[in-house]
């Protein structure tokens, strides 16, 4: 089912937007990764520290395809 938040958002933006909710406790961690999408970063609570590449520098973040065809994933840890 789809919650209130991503039916307003899908209206909004659509069809610029694939609306996900990604929800986790104090201390998540999200490895270097590259979405094949465009995305809104909402932190409500705590701090969140968010690392931006320019793309010319993939070649070196040792890209691999671990997960689904849209999201490119990196062995590199930069933190």
């Given at each position: 089912?789809?919650?209130p938040l991503e039916e307003?958002?899908?209206?909004?933006?659509?069809p610029h937007l694939t609306p996900?909710?990604?929800i986790g406790p104090?201390?998540?961690?999200?490895?270097?990764?590259?979405?094949d999408e465009d995305?809104?970063?909402i932190e409500l609570a705590g701090l969140k520290r968010v690392v931006l590449f320019p793309p010319?520098?993939?070649q070196?973040?040792?890209p691999n395809t671990k997960y689904d065809s849209g999201t490119?994933?990196?062995d590199l840890d930069v933190l």
């Open positions: 089912s789809v919650s307003r958002l899908e209206r909004r933006f659509r996900h909710l990604w104090g201390g998540s961690h999200t490895n270097l990764h590259n979405d995305n809104i970063l010319w520098v993939r070196w973040m040792r490119e994933c990196c």
